[in-house]
Antibody, heavy 118, light 107 residues
């Protein structure tokens, strides 16, 4: 069974940092396109970042320069390092396996909640 | 950025009804469009990819079509378990973008 499990969410003050993780099983993170998508409370889905199997990364403009996507191949885990957090970054963060531009996001984690508040 | 305009924002229909949801892209995206279903408190679930292809395991009452920059998700016979919010997403270029969502309610 393919499974993605996010962790690391929590409460952080504006301007603070947080790293969230996505542990994969039944799927090799380094061989796939992996992406982060977030959803603010009561709002729609917003794409955040993607990392290709070759290591190429892309970011939404709203997080560029503040967030960094990475992976640890030995742990088969995806990460999102979030710095200079803003109130507007508060959301449920989902990791997902992305099938590329002709595919879709076919496997999702359950999400981890990030709250940004003083 | 490519804008995805989804309509309607909500729909209420009866079991057995045909439901259509439309997504319009602000520019050509070929067939690089996916549809998702999300139920409250849950992660989204992929229904359709490449505009027309039904994801393995999904019921055949879901189908996707396209005409130019207009994309449609059709539920041929609405079932009680089809409630939730539906989103389109373009995969043509970065940043990937989602439509605003369509909430489907069962009368």
């Amino acid at each position: 069974e393919v499974r993605l499990v996010e962790s690391g969410g929590g409460l952080v003050q504006p301007g603070g940092s947080l790293r969230i993780s996505c542990a994969a099983s039944g799927l090799t993170v380094s061989s796939n396109y992996m992406t982060w998508v977030r959803q603010a409370p009561g709002k729609g889905l917003e794409w955040v970042s993607v990392i290709y199997s070759a290591g190429t990364t892309h970011y939404a403009d709203s997080v560029k320069g503040r967030f960094t996507i990475s992976r640890d191949d030995s742990k088969n885990t995806l990460y999102l390092q979030m710095n200079s957090l803003r109130v507007g970054d508060a959301a449920v963060y989902y990791c997902a396996n992305y099938g590329g531009n002709s595919g879709g996001m076919d496997v999702w984690g359950q999400g981890t909640t990030v709250t940004v508040s003083s | 950025d490519i804008q995805m305009t989804q309509s309607p924002s909500s729909v209420s229909a009866s079991t057995g009804d045909r439901v259509t949801i439309t997504c319009r892209a602000s520019q050509g995206i070929s067939s690089r469009l996916a549809w998702y279903q999300q139920k409250p408190g849950k992660a989204p679930k992929l229904l359709i990819y490449a505009a027309f292809s039904l994801q393995s395991g999904d019921p055949s009452r879901f189908s996707g079509s396209a005409s130019g920059t207009d994309f449609t998700l059709t539920i041929s016979s609405l079932q009680p378990e089809d409630f939730g919010t539906y989103y389109c997403q373009q995969g043509y270029s970065f940043p990937l973008t989602f439509g605003g969502g369509t909430k489907v309610e069962i009368k």
